[in-house]
């Protein structure tokens, strides 16, 4: 029997994997409806902006600066405060966790201010078992003071001595330093990894659990023919998913979109091709749907989630971490995902990364055809 190509039965094994797509609710559940959830949890319940902080707040003064700043405690965009008049009864609340710092305005603040011209000393007690936490209650309490300090010295006519330096930030392309412009962007790449991964993980599973790869090995059909007809429909759906996430993170979280449509569907499609070889490459080598769908998971969202630069840093962590980093594809999406949106077509970016991809993709592919051997064994 010939393996060499023909057109006639490419197409006949393409309809025929298409007819199976459509007959089986699981892969449009992957497609579709795992994105839209993975994408909610990720849009929502991840989040690095700043929102308002409980805090306790320990008055012992009835002077009218200790009332003026715990005023401007109240007024804070950034916490939520409770107020006592004694630090022992926040306490409690600071080991239950109801607040995460108790700024202590002393007995003898107003004095003290009116002496030093508003520059009085308070005390910011935070909870050291959440060393960011404390770290971002103890900074913003302190400006909360230090910006009422000028705003007293203001009312008195009297201008503090300006800082020898001053510096003037400017962030581009997201001057509100909005997280969810760049998680959400991650979040696609985390989301189009595990639907990758996961839509090819079980197609030749399925062909060995149901007995039709024997019929199939049959045919004068080649490996390579057999792998490509499971590809392109997958591939396909893979765009549709990227499609919805791309809609859902412009129109329902508010990301910018500043690259152009052409620039996503190139670098979307570069990154199918490893996420669909690698599911190819397990799912040829385990010959089982369910371990076919565990080791996906393990060897697809766990990198890819704690070593593509999604929630930790890269050059952050240690050396010998950032050298696996180069073993994740999704390495090399988030990057040029992030910049799309936020920033626009750069192709001295994308393209070193989108050849990372494609090889990446090469050596799946080679390896899940080498894995597919016309034998049954």
Same mark, same amino acid.
């Given at each position: 029997m010939s393996a060499r190509f023909d057109r006639r039965r490419f197409h006949a094994m393409l309809v025929k994997e298409s007819l199976q797509i459509v007959r089986d609710p699981s892969t449009f559940l992957i497609a579709f409806? !795992?994105? &839209?959830? @993975? !994408?909610?949890?990720?849009?929502? =319940?991840?989040?690095?902006?700043?929102?308002?902080?409980? %805090?306790?707040?320990?008055?012992?003064?009835s002077s009218a600066p200790a009332l003026s700043l715990a005023s401007a405690y109240r007024n804070s965009p950034w916490f939520e405060v409770k107020e006592a008049r004694d630090v022992h009864t926040l306490k409690d609340d600071l080991v239950a966790g109801r607040v995460r710092g108790i700024v202590v305005i002393p007995s003898d603040f107003g004095e003290k201010a009116a002496r030093s011209r508003g520059n009085a000393a308070i005390q910011i007690v935070t909870d050291g078992a959440l060393p960011n936490t404390a770290g971002f209650v103890a900074a913003y309490a302190e400006g909360v003071r230090a910006n009422w300090a000028m705003a007293q010295a203001a009312e008195? =006519?009297?201008?503090?001595?300006?800082?020898?330096?001053q510096i003037a930030s400017r962030f581009w392309f997201n001057p509100e330093l909005a997280s969810r412009y760049f998680l959400v962007p991650g979040a696609i790449a985390i989301v189009m990894t595990m639907i990758g991964t996961l839509l090819t993980a079980l197609v030749v599973a399925r062909e060995w659990e149901r007995g039709t790869m024997e019929a199939i090995m049959a045919t004068p059909v080649g490996?390579?023919?057999? @792998?490509?007809?499971?590809?392109?429909?997958?591939? !396909?759906?893979?765009?549709? /998913?990227?499609?919805?996430?791309?809609?859902?993170? %412009?129109?329902v979280f508010g990301v910018p979109f500043r690259g152009s449509p052409?620039?996503? &569907?190139? %670098?979307? /499609?570069?990154f199918l091709v490893p996420a669909l070889g690698q599911g190819l490459l397990i799912s040829a080598a385990t010959k089982? *749907?369910?371990? /076919?769908?565990?080791?996906? &998971? %393990?060897? =697809?969202f766990l990198p890819s989630m704690l070593l593509s630069g999604f929630l930790f840093e890269i050059s952050s962590m240690p050396t010998w971490? *950032?050298?696996?980093?180069?073993a994740v594809p999704a390495r090399y999406l988030i990057p040029p995902l992030q910049t799309v949106f936020v920033a626009g077509d750069i192709w001295s !970016?994308? &393209?070193?990364?989108m050849a990372a991809m494609l090889g990446f993709g090469l050596l799946f592919f080679t390896l899940a055809v080498r894995a597919t051997r016309r034998r049954i064994a």
């Open positions: 409806v !795992l994105p &839209l959830l @993975l !994408l909610f949890l990720f849009g929502y =319940g991840v989040s690095l902006d700043t929102t308002r902080t409980r %805090i306790g707040l320990a008055l012992q003064d008195r =006519g009297t201008k503090p001595p300006a800082p020898p330096i490996m390579g023919e057999f @792998l490509a007809t499971k590809v392109i429909p997958y591939f !396909l759906l893979g765009l549709g /998913s990227m499609t919805l996430c791309t809609l859902l993170a %412009i129109f052409f620039a996503l &569907l190139v %670098i979307a /499609s570069a089982n *749907q369910f371990v /076919s769908s565990q080791v996906a &998971l %393990i060897t =697809g971490i *950032q050298y696996l980093t180069y !970016l994308f &393209l070193p990364n």
